[in-house]
Structures are given as structure tokens and as C-alpha cells.
């Protein structure tokens, strides 16, 4: 089903950059941000390195949470990090990323922007702009991404979790049958789960979904898209939390089962929504 990953290891690790120490009495796992660009999702726009600017791969993205740890998408691999920020200063360091093979121009940002980043920062925010300058003089430019809608929204799954280990969607995966969901504000859902397309109802309130139980078609398919399908339905089975950062949602059952998710444009008028 692709290549399995530890989220632990690339997006639970240790937190650094606290403000505690002597006489502050025990010690905040807070990061410190004096520029606010913690807790924002940032869409990756450009990398410059040695004065050439490369465009970043459609969906890049970087963010870094508020207990100091960095997580970032180049177009390939998941990559985290330890940050501190500090004033206008962010220190990247300890980078580790999945081992996700890569198309060669997207393999090359990803390794020059991971080069970029490893190490101290000055960040510059103007506006929704962010820009980190490294020390060299290498700069990656970031705008800030707005929230997708959760209702009316395309959600292509791209990510399958199931407690400490994520699972990237197989490539190979015919095009109508990528696993994808729709939410309508009349508390309707449809889409598909890798195999099947469906229909049900869902409940929101607050940061939880409840999923009814659905109705949809019985094909059966490679085992691929089934084994797919199986992990998809797991997570849209009953209440589930979500968060959404930018144009990714994240779903996640009581079970620690879940998905990850990208906003799509809706498909044309026309397209057959069953594959």
C-alpha cells in the first residue's frame, strides 16, 4: 500500500526552544514567537539558492507548531524537524523525511530546500508573506495558506493513518478511483473509498464529525484499491475528529485510525462521480 511511515518519529518529536530555565520554575514546552509564524500553515512559493530562483512544487507547504516542531511537504516526502524560534531567528535542525522515491525535479528542490533550511533562519513577515533568509543568503519564500472550507470542499485522500504509522495512498491507483470526500451543508457526504463511491450522512459539531452509515455500490476490486477502501472506511465509521491547516484535513477516529486530505477542484460537470 506504499511505503509505511512512523509518525512519531516525523511528526512527534521533541519540542525545543522553551523559555524555561534557571529561576523560571519548572519550564513551558511553548516555543517562543516573537514573529508570528508558528501555528500557520505556509504554502511554499519559491526556493533561491546562489541567486536562482526555482518555483516550488505544487502543494509544497512548511509549518511550525506552537512546541517547536516543524513539519514540511515538498512536492514528495514528509519531512520534519526540530524549531526554535527566538525574535526573528528560527533554527532548523535534526531534519528527517520518509523514503519516498521522487520525480528528479521535484528530488532536487526537495534536497536544496532541506539544505536551505537546516540550520538559523531570519524570518521577515510582511503581511501573509513570510521569507526565511539562511545564513548564505539562500531564501525560501512562503505565503500563508487560508483554511479550505470543510462543507462544498473536494477532499482527495492522500495520507492513511493507523495510530503511530501513516500510509501513503498507492499511486498507481486508477484516476476515478482515488479515494476522495464531499461534505454538503445539508449533512450529506459522498465520494469514494478506492473502490466503491458512496453516500451517507454526516453530523458536524465543533471539531468532531459523526459519519452515519453509508450506501453505495459492492464492486469488488484489485486488492490494492480494496485494501484502500478498507482503510478509508475505518476511518469514516461513526465519530472522528478533524482539524483542517490550510488546504490538508486531517480525520482521525476514536481508534486512532484516519486520513489525511487535500482540497481539489471539484470535478467538471459531467464527470461520472462512480468509478
Known amino acids: 500500500m506504499g511505503t509505511g511511515i512512523s509518525v512519531l518519529a516525523l511528526l512527534t518529536l521533541a519540542a525545543c526552544g522553551t523559555e524555561s530555565g534557571p529561576g523560571s520554575g519548572g519550564g513551558s514546552d511553548t516555543a517562543r514567537s ?67 522515491a521522487c520525480g528528479e525535479d521535484v528530488d532536487a528542490f526537495e534536497k536544496a530546500a532541506v539544505a536551505a533550511l537546516d540550520g538559523a533562519l531570519t524570518a521577515k513577515l510582511s503581511g501573509e508573506k513570510l521569507t526565511l533568509t539562511a545564513g548564505g543568503g539562500d531564501t525560501l519564500a512562503l505565503s500563508e495558506e487560508r483554511p479550505a472550507d470543510l462543507t462544498g470542499t473536494r477532499w482527495a485522500v492522500n495520507t492513511l493513518v493507523d495510530g503511530e504509522t501513516a500510509t501513503s495512498v498507492p499511486a498507481d ?64 465509521d461513526g465519530p472522528a475528529t478533524y482539524t483542517i491547516k490550510g488546504s490538508t484535513l486531517t480525520i482521525t477516529a476514536d481508534d486512532g485510525r484516519g486520513i489525511t486530505a487535500k482540497a481539489v477542484p471539484e470535478k467538471t460537470e459531467g464527470t461520472p462521480e462512480q468509478g
Open 34 to 100: 516573537d514573529v508570528p509564524v508558528t501555528g500557520v500553515a505556509w504554502q511554499v512559493d519559491s526556493l533561491t539558492v546562489g541567486g536562482k530562483k526555482t518555483e516550488a512544487p505544487e502543494g509544497s507547504r512548511l509549518e511550525i507548531d506552537p512546541k517547536g516542531r516543524a513539519t514540511a511537504y515538498f512536492g514528495c516526502n514528509h519531512i520534519g524537524a526540530r524549531a526554535e524560534v527566538d525574535g526573528d531567528r528560527i533554527t532548523l535542525s535534526e531534519p528527517s523525511r520518509t523514503g519516498m
Open 173 to 236: 491507483l486508477p484516476k476515478e478511483r482515488v479515494p476522495h470526500l464531499t461534505l454538503g451543508e445539508d449533512g450529506t457526504i459522498q465520494g469514494n473509498y478506492g473502490c466503491n463511491s458512496y453516500r451517507g450522512k454526516a453530523t458536524v459539531k465543533d471539531a468532531t464529525i459523526t459519519f452515519g452509515p453509508p450506501a453505495g455500490t459492492k464492486k469488488l476490486c484489485p486488492d490494492a484499491e480494496m485494501e484502500t477502501e478498507r482503510a478509508v472506511l475505518a476511518a469514516l
